[in-house]
T-cell receptor, first 112, second 109 residues
Framework: NAGVTQTPKFQVLKTGQSMTLQCAQD?????MYWYRQDPGMGLRLIYY???????DKGEVPNGYNVSRLNKREFSLRLESAAPSQTSVYFC???????????FGPGTRLLVL | GQSLEQPSEVTAVEGAIVQINCTYQ??????LSWYQQHDGGAPTFLSY????GLEETGRFSSFLSRSDSYGYLLLQELQMKDSASYFC??????????FGGGTRVLVKP
């Protein structure tokens, strides 16, 4: 099992450009999450999806949109990137009743 | 809302014991988790406490006091590979996590 996979690993954008970060999990988990981590800080929840077809805002949702494409895939979209969105983005998944969240390797995004 | 406080950095020698404290304020509490993150890596789950008391998993133990809104992670018999950042995280409904700022542990020979 690959666990949680994310693409791309690295990305450089110019201010105003758009992009979609992809996340997939092969553990048949219902819940999926998107976090951002700024240097030297903890992770902050952007959006989460408790099950296929549902999404909800987390702590820092402004400037982002998400799509729970199916049970496996959860994508994060930046419509108009800003330098403040320079960060490392982590996707995670978990199964209801299990407190463990499994994280992907992260996407390092630089917005110039 | 949720807020968590933990020390920013701890340094210790191999074989020593390190305790990382975490205090939290929360409007809804299900449990306290601990994650480890090596530089450039992804967070990995270490432990979870929903009830008061001590949970032991090998060299690592975690403690929770719900009445004091306090927990700690105890790292015993420190090894060089334990050099990493450690995050406490409060769990709310829907398994949503709010993370602390992290404690960087540096293990010296």
């Amino acid at each position: 099992n690959a666990g949680v996979t994310q693409t791309p690993k690295f990305q450089v954008l110019k201010t105003g450009q758009s992009m979609t970060l992809q996340c997939a999990q092969d553990m048949n988990h219902n819940s999926m999450y998107w976090y951002r981590q700024d240097p030297g800080m903890g992770l902050r929840l952007i959006y989460y999806s408790a099950s296929e077809g549902t999404t909800d805002k987390g702590e820092v949702p402004n400037g982002y949109n998400v799509s729970r494409l199916n049970k496996r895939e959860f994508s994060l979209r930046l419509e108009s990137a800003a330098p403040s969105q320079t960060s490392v983005y982590f996707c995670a998944s978990s199964e209801g009743g299990d407190e463990t969240q499994y994280f992907g390797p992260g996407t390092r995004l630089l917005v110039l | 809302g949720q807020s968590l406080e933990q020390p920013s950095e701890v340094t210790a020698v191999e074989g020593a014991i390190v305790q990382i404290n975490c205090t939290y304020q929360t409007s809804g509490f299900y449990g306290l988790s601990w994650y480890q993150q090596h530089d450039g890596g992804a967070p990995t789950f270490l432990s979870y406490n929903a009830l008061d008391g001590l949970e032991e998993t090998g060299r690592f133990s975690s403690f929770l006091s719900r009445s004091d809104s306090y927990g700690y992670l105890l790292l015993q018999e420190l090894q060089m590979k334990d050099s990493a950042s450690y995050f406490c995280a409060v769990e709310a409904a829907g398994n949503k996590l709010t993370f602390g700022g992290g404690t960087r542990v540096l293990v010296k020979p």
